[in-house]
């Protein structure tokens, strides 16, 4: 990695779980506060196995506390349902893993977005959060179209393989298409802007919290 004096050295580093496991084993009293909240998110997750709805609820405050309106994250849960359906279809159609679906998905987002999923994630100026919790409501409603154009179509016509189904997906992103091209008119200005929804911003590969 890039060193302070600007060369590149040999540099040790830790993943998200290599930092928790740390945390666990440090000994000193000040780590004992990051070892509880570890504590109290491994009990929340034993919680949520018995009984999922919890994790549902936390969900939606988690939105809630975020900004979203309900109506944002009622069709936020309904686009999570249809991806899912859509991906069981996927399945079902000879295509599988997580970069067979990604793949397909960039088809729908780059009809009718004109952009593919990490593109319009720079163009929003976002990095690891999530893509569709940075939308807009018609630009979440516009993405779920497009998902379940896609998945009537592959349906009716039953693509086999990857390549058949990238054809399929890009006519359900086309619907969306023609829906936003629809509504722009009528409104007379863009649907896909820069806007996000974080509460702070990234600077010179720094973030900064207002």
Do not use: C
Not at 25 to 34: Q, R
Not at 98 to 107: G, H, M, P, Q, R
Not at 168 to 183: M, P, R, T
């Amino acid at each position: 990695m890039k060193a302070q004096d600007g060369k590149y050295r040999e540099t040790d580093v830790l993943d998200t779980e290599g930092i928790f496991r740390l945390i666990e084993s440090v000994p000193s009293p000040k780590a004992e506060p990051f070892k509880v909240w570890l504590a109290k998110l491994g009990r929340q997750e034993v919680d949520n196995a018995f009984d999922p709805s919890i994790g549902i609820d936390k969900m939606i405050d988690y939105y809630l506390r975020k900004g979203y309106t309900l109506e944002w994250i009622e069709a936020r849960i309904k686009a999570i349902i249809d991806r899912k359906k859509l991906t069981n279809t996927w399945n079902e159609l000879g295509v599988e893993g997580n970069n067979s679906f990604a793949i397909l998905t960039n088809e729908i987002y780059k009809e009718w977005s004109g952009m593919d999923a990490k593109k319009y994630k720079e163009f929003k100026n976002i990095r690891k959060e999530n893509l569709r919790d940075n939308m807009s409501d018609i630009e979440v409603a516009l993405t779920d179209l497009g998902e379940v154009a896609t998945r009537e179509l592959a349906k009716k016509h039953k693509p086999i393989g990857l390549e058949e189904n990238k054809k399929v997906a890009k006519l359900g992103g086309h619907a969306a298409k023609v829906a936003k091209e629809d509504i722009e008119k009528n409104l007379g200005k863009k649907i896909v802007t820069k806007e996000n929804n974080l509460l702070y911003k990234y600077k010179d590969n720094l973030k900064e919290i207002e």
